[in-house]
């Protein structure tokens, strides 16, 4: 029971408390009642601050008003005590715009927080003259220019985070002078040199954040033995070095590790089973070796182990034997150890992995033998990569107990048996990878019920039986559906029309039959159809014609027969049409595509006629009689023609002789700039490339930047192209592009998307091009992917580099030949050839592009561009060093150097070549008989193909790889090289007269790709 004075001692309590309160707040408006000369100066900063955003979504600076006290603002606090702000927070509010440099004038601040905004320009000195800040956050902002050299003065600084910016220079050593630093975010910056020893000096240092920046060098001993530290990342940086033996012990704190994509070498020391606080270890994308701690189950709080990418492992048995210990990680949730060197063969101790774990990656290693049944114990499984092992047996059909798996890498092993019908329960799965195996039976009806699958890849097995309607009627495939290269029958199910999203679909290589179905019509989605080596007859169905966007139709090899329809020549997208060895009749189309010889294939139609010259079939035959019969109706028709074309020319002209009169009267208004639409707006293109970020930042060039961006309509990736005005040029750089680009448009040529001409925030003019994006960046980046580190496991096989030949030189002809005025790019080089997501090539950068017009023309009289040198050094033909102005046997001598460089792998300004020396005469010395010696390093050798590679058959595309193992074992390679070398020899050539007409290349080169394809 209560006692009697309970009820008393509660009410007086709350009356106390209440008066504290209102104690509280009049001692706090006294305050700044009190002191209003020292509050004024920070009213006028925080004025100057508002007066300069020009972005403010969430209308903060609208409540910044005078019908309240500037203390009761929005993120701000004061002082109680003397009315003065201390703490300004405006994290998170998307506010735009350049910082104040009156920030300097809040002297009593202690925190300063614009975590996750859009403020530029440089990071203001005057911030140095806050000697009481403690708490310095402006990450995630676009600031430039280098870390104020002021900061120094600001010695009680705990917090220093500056991540997500454009900062540029090196890291000061002077930060090694902030002794109460205790936290220090630098990522996602532009930072270059090295990590200054100094900071290692820091007492109180825990938190190091540096990754995403172009830091060279390697980590200071005094960081890798600074105890305190908890959080150190520095990873995408520039860095080498070993990590040390004995960095376990003098990190005995650490819980985040990560190194990751830089160029680390050496082991993975043991002592790292001493930092029994590690919840993070990544060290993805390097170069280590040797093998990883046998006993990593003692670090229990793992959550995330990546060690992908590099060089670990010896390809032996006991190479993965650390799986077992992992049992004791209940927290782990990914294991990454792809592309590696690992043997061995799965433990059964997978089925007691953390119940957490959502990815398990163990792709292209040498892992052999099967898939352990208990892995359907992990049941919150979102991804399985086991791609490019050597794993064999069936799958067990505890996979289907994996409902929350969403991609499943099973492609380029050696299962066999049938694919489990289990699967079909996966039913959040987006990806299902099981091409290039030996899988049998039929496909599994179940495999419908995956109704959210993107890409279902099933090509190069022994699967047989139809095609299930269930499967090919799955609604929601969007990416493709490849069951090429198996032994599949029957005839394509109506059900097909249900694929309105799939981009590819491809049925090749199997014994289909029947017609095409009408249903196919319904696709409309299609870029790429492919039903080439099948028995499917009939005519082509007229319903295809709603199929506009295909981009790649092959449907040789089949008996399809009838005319070929008219209504493939107005396919505008389409790039290549493949209908050899049919029964087609009748003449060949000549609108569209079928005006392009190099683009179209109709060998095997031997009742086909007509078509342009190029194609060589014989011209078509009319009978006499029919031919009687319509001259002597022509003779009745055409009186009576003229006559009525005569009366509706007059009637023509009479309506429109006023309107031809007005029209008189206007002048033209339209610029070069305006040719292209100008409809996004400098905010949407800031918004698209998250404010031009560093992260969307793919390269640089003389004139500018190109950034990727997001479209916020369809959300479609494009590459902006944002001019550097200050450089002399950039403008009629982009004036010079923007003319060219209007006039031109083939599938070789990197398609505009839209220009843009204005003012940025500041006033300042703006100008940018948006173009198509190209997934797999530019030729240079392969070639030489040093610099790129997306690109350094990465590399060109032979008739890749020979496509990417083939494409260039067709974007050549068509600009020296096929446009209305005759255009010279003038800057052939890899980093402007740009590969799409199939690795077609894409001619880009017209910046230094002219028009050629002919002297005899009325055009004559225009000025034409002057003889200054234009190019990229080693790329300039030797006449425009010597005064000659921009021609077509220019930009040939720039593709011959580009097709040496694409064969051997180096470029014209190699360091190699020195005096007289140049890639061309490298070339010469070695022609005809010692071509191994100058080929590309990364090009299969012929001793790397003696007999059965296991190596390449751990690699993703291992049956391709495999056809030019078999042509390299023929000298097929070799003979064919030869012939390469040769055309860029004759296209570089000294004297221009002596150069190859670019249309002999692109025969030259379909010829040998035609006896490379034949006999490889």
Request: net charge neutral; with cysteine; charged share 15%.
């Amino acid at each position: 029971m209560n006692h009697p004075c309970a009820n008393s001692r509660g009410l007086l309590s709350q009356i106390l408390n209440r008066c504290l309160l209102v104690c509280m707040i009049l001692i706090k408006e006294s305050a700044i009642a009190a002191t209003p000369a020292g509050n004024e100066t920070d009213l006028q900063a925080l004025l100057d601050f508002k007066s300069r955003i020009v972005e403010d979504p969430f209308k903060i600076m609208s409540s910044w008003n005078d019908s309240i006290h500037h203390c009761s603002w929005i993120g701000i606090t004061c002082n109680i005590s003397n009315g003065r702000i201390m703490d300004l927070s405006l994290e998170q509010l998307r506010l735009g715009g350049p910082l104040t440099p009156f920030i300097g004038n809040l002297t009593f601040l202690n925190r300063l927080n614009l975590l996750n905004n859009s403020f530029h320009g440089e990071f203001p000195h005057e911030v140095g003259r806050l000697l009481y800040l403690q708490h310095l956050n402006f990450s995630y902002n676009n600031f430039g220019g280098s870390i104020p050299s002021n900061l120094s003065h600001c010695i009680k600084l705990k917090v220093l985070a500056a991540g997500a910016n454009n900062l540029t220079g090196t890291i000061p050593t002077w930060i090694g002078n902030l002794s109460s630093l205790s936290r220090i975010s630098f990522g996602l910056n532009n930072f270059i040199g090295s990590i200054p020893h100094e900071i290692g000096l820091l007492s109180s240092l825990t938190y190091l954040v540096l990754y995403g920046n172009y830091l060279s060098g390697s980590v200071p001993s005094s960081i890798y033995n600074k105890s305190s530290l908890y959080y150190f990342s520095f990873t995408q940086n520039h860095l080498h070095g070993n990590l040390p033996a004995d960095v376990g012990i003098t990190l005995p704190n650490i819980q985040v590790f990560a190194g990751a994509v830089n160029n680390l070498t050496g082991s993975v020391p043991a002592s790292l089973l001493n930092a029994s606080k590690l919840e993070i270890l990544d060290f993805s994308l390097n170069g280590l070796t040797g093998a990883l701690p046998k006993n990593l189950g003692v670090l229990n709080r793992l959550t995330r182990l990546s060690f992908e990418h590099n060089r670990l492992g010896t390809g032996k048995t006991d190479d993965v034997s650390f799986l077992d210990s992992l049992v004791n990680c209940t927290v782990l949730q990914v294991l990454r150890l792809g592309v590696n060197n690992f043997g061995g063969v799965l433990p059964k101790a997978i089925a007691n992995f953390s119940s957490q774990m959502h990815t398990f990656a163990l792709n292209s290693n040498g892992i052999h033998g099967n898939i352990p049944v208990g892995i359907g114990n992990l049941a919150n499984l979102a991804l399985i990569g086991l791609e490019g092992n050597r794993l064999t047996g069936s799958l067990p059909d505890a996979l289907g107990r994996l409902k929350n798996l969403r991609e499943l890498y099973l492609n380029v092993n050696k299962f066999s048996g049938r694919i489990p019908s289990s699967l079909g329960n996966l039913s959040v799965l987006i990806k299902l990878f099981l091409e290039e195996n030996n899988f049998e039976g039929s496909i599994p009806s179940t495999l419908g019920n995956c109704q959210n699958l993107l890409v279902l890849s099933l090509y190069s097995n022994k699967l047989s039986g139809t095609i299930p309607a269930e499967v090919i009627g799955l609604s929601k495939l969007a990416i493709y559906l490849d069951v090429s290269h198996n032994a599949l029958s029957g005839t394509l199910p109506a059900e097909v029309s249900k694929l309105h999203n799939l981009g590819e679909l491809v049925l090749s290589e199997n014994n289909f039959s029947g017609v095409i179905p009408s249903s196919l019509g319904s696709c409309i989605s299609l870029e790429k159809l492919h039903l080439e080596g099948n028995s499917f007859d009939g005519n082509i169905p007229q319903t295809l014609k709603n199929l506009r966007g295909l981009l790649d139709i092959d449907l040789s090899r089949n008996n399809l027969s009838g005319k070929i329809p008219e209504f493939l020549g107005e396919f505008t997208e389409l790039k290549h049409l493949n209908l050899s060895y049919n029964n087609f009749e009748g003449e060949i189309p000549k609108n569209g595509i079928f005006k392009n010889a190099t683009s179209l294939s109709l060998y095997g139609n031997s009742k086909l006629c007509g078509g342009v010259p190029e194609l060589n079939f014989p011209a078509c035959t009319v009978r006499k009689a029919s031919l009687a019969r319509r001259i002597l109706a022509l003779k009745v028709a055409i009186p009576i023609a003229c006559a009525l074309v005569l009366l509706l020319i007059l009637s023509c002209f009479l309506k429109l002789l006023p309107i031809v009169k007005r029209s008189k009267k206007k002048t033209p208004t339209s610029t070069t700039e305006r040719d292209l639409e100008l409809k996004i707006s400098y905010s949407e293109i800031t918004k698209c490339t998250d404010g031009f970020s560093q992260d969307n930042l793919i390269g640089s060039g003389s004139f500018g930047s190109v950034y990727k961006g997001t479209l916020s309509g369809d959300e479609s990736s494009v590459a902006v192209k944002v001019l550097n005005l200050q450089q002399r040029g950039a403008s009629k750089s982009f004036i010079d592009e923007c003319q060219v680009l209007r006039s031109i448009r083939h599938r070789n040529l990197l398609k505009i998307i839209t220009a843009i001409s204005g003012v940025d925030h500041q006033g300042n003019d703006f100008k940018a091009l948006v173009f198509e994006y190209m997934p797999n960046g530019s030729l240079e980046d392969w070639l030489h992917p040093i610099s790129n580190f997306h690109f350094q496991n990465k590399t060109l096989t032979f008739t890749e580099r020979l496509n990417i030949a083939i494409d260039v030189a067709c974007a050549l002809e068509y600009l020296h030949h096929f446009c209305e005025t005759p255009i010279v790019h003038c800057d052939i080089k890899p980093s402007n050839v740009l590969l799409d997501n199939d690795m077609v090539a894409h001619v880009g950068d017209f910046g230094l592009a002219t028009f050629l017009f002919e002297e005899s023309s009325k055009l004559s009289t225009r000025p034409v561009m002057s003889a200054s040198l234009r190019g990229s050094i080693g790329y300039i033909p030797p006449e425009y060093g010597m005064g000659g102005k921009p021609s077509i046997l220019g930009d040939i001598y720039s593709y011959g150097i580009l097709l040496l460089e694409i064969f051997t792998g180096k470029r014209p300004t190699d360091e190699a070549f020195e005096g007289s020396t140049g890639i061309q005469q490298f070339v010469a010395m070695a022609l005809p008989n010692n071509v191994k010696d100058i080929a590309d390093p990364s090009l299969v050798s012929e001793q790397d193909f003696e007999g059965e590679s296991e190596q390449f058959e751990c690699e993703t595309k291992a049956i391709r790889r495999n056809n030019e193992i078999k042509a390299m074992a023929k000298g097929l390679i070799e003979d064919c090289f030869v012939s390469l070398m040769q055309i860029g020899m004759s296209c570089s050539a000294n004297p221009p007269s002596e150069r190859m007409p670019i249309t002999v290349v692109i025969n030259k080169l379909h010829t040998i790709k035609n006896i490379y394809t034949d006999k490889a």
